[in-house]
């Protein structure tokens, strides 16, 4: 392997590695200052505050392996290997003469928990689809004897490089997949468990329902509206909001708007450390219109909903508005930004929508229902492959 080659999957690796970890922790910090304590759902690793990363990539599979180790102090160690990445960790060879245990070939959907693999190489991976979660994964190494992986990231590069792009959805699946179902059941995430069934059975209810109305032209708003309220896990992990406040209304206290405005939800959006303001409009069409030509634009709906969410960011910018929101609702927000739903967005417009939004103001989101749907499914996909 090119020493250059090695050089720039090395730096991606470690960017990796610094990236999710930086998000588990900004996520718990986050949630942890507004009163909600995850760290009793986690698996221990993931809560410590310095952490050795030894990772190895294989040259000719393409894959990247990455186990996170307690440590008193913070380490990174990366090694390049041919084969199968397990490999790595018999120095002897004797594993290659093995049987294995285990052979997995293009898999992202298969979880080790705690357990112990003896007598054989423990794993193979094969293929060019790899995403494999392994907690807890104690192997019997030739002239070493049996070793505990505490914590374990398998991918196939392509995955890999997704997942280096997208560090945070990543860290707060894994987190919020741990949180909720400890919410619900008050232990720890056990995937063999029938609770882990039901919990996943749930998610999958959830996802359906969207599915049955936020692609039916014929539902309005209001229904959306409260099939979310009822499953605010649906904001958590579409929208990234907490601490989610709904049938908000901002009494026109300064008589600026000839009514009292009623945004359908306020939350506290994880991402940007920021109360937002959210709108949902009918998800019964496309939003672009002249997609793919000169003059593409946003639908005249697009508009009226940027105008509609202007006017509840700028209620709070009077003192008496926000010392009335703060009274009522017990939180004192102060230059929220905020969050559009409406439309679908076709295969076809990514590029224009994507376009569209750079130009709009810093203070608004434009989030079609599909892209909501999308994400959603992502994250029943990862909490899949938790262990």
């Not at 990247?64 to 102090?73: A, D, E, I």
Request: charged letters at 25%; a positive charge; proline letters at 3%.
């Amino acid at each position: 392997m090119e020493d250059k080659v090695k050089a720039k999957v090395n730096t991606k690796v470690k960017q990796f590695c610094y990236r999710w970890i930086k998000e588990i922790r900004s996520i718990s910090e986050t949630l942890s200052s507004l009163g909600i304590d995850i760290k009793l759902s986690l698996p221990h690793i993931l809560t410590q505050k310095t952490i050795f990363y030894e990772c190895v990539f294989s040259e000719d599979r393409k894959h990247v392996l990455v186990l996170l180790k307690s440590s008193g102090n913070f380490d990174y160690q990366f090694t390049v290997v041919k084969g199968d990445v397990f490999n790595y960790f018999d120095k002897s060879g004797l594993w290659q003469k093995m049987p294995v245990g285990i052979k997995m070939e293009n898999c992202r959907n298969i979880r080790f928990g705690p357990s112990a693999v003896r007598g054989c190489k423990p794993l193979e991976i094969v293929g060019d689809d790899i995403e494999l979660f392994i907690n807890n994964l104690s192997i019997d190494i030739p002239f070493v004897g049996p070793t505990m992986l505490e914590y374990v990231l398998v991918m196939s590069y392509p995955v890999f490089l997704d997942r280096l792009k997208s560090a945070r959805d990543l860290a707060r699946d894994i987190v919020m997949g741990y949180f909720k179902y400890f919410q619900i059941n008050g232990i720890m995430y056990s995937p063999s468990s029938t609770q882990a069934s039901q919990y996943k059975q749930y998610l999958e209810t959830i996802k359906l329902q969207m599915g049955q109305l936020f692609f039916n032209d014929n539902i309005y708003e209001r229904e959306i509206d409260k099939f979310i309220e009822n499953n605010p896990i649906i904001l958590e992990h579409c929208l990234d909001l907490v601490l989610v406040i709904h049938q908000v209304e901002l009494k026109d206290l300064v008589k600026k708007y000839g009514q009292n405005l009623k945004p359908d939800l306020i939350g506290y959006r994880q991402d940007k450390k920021q109360w937002a303001i959210v709108d949902y409009k009918r998800a019964k069409r496309t939003i672009i219109k002249n997609s793919g030509q000169v003059r593409t634009s946003f639908r005249a709906e697009v508009s009226d909903l940027q105008a509609q969410l202007k006017d509840y960011r700028e209620y709070f910018q009077e003192h008496i508005q926000r010392q009335y929101c703060k009274e009522t609702y017990g939180h004192d927000i102060e230059f929220p930004t905020t969050i559009g739903v409406i439309g679908r967005i076709a295969q076809t417009e990514i590029k224009d929508f994507n376009r569209l939004q750079e130009d709009l103001p810093r203070w608004i989101d434009i989030v079609p229902y599909n892209y909501m749907y999308d994400r959603f499914s992502r994250f029943i996909d990862t909490v899949n492959k938790l262990s």
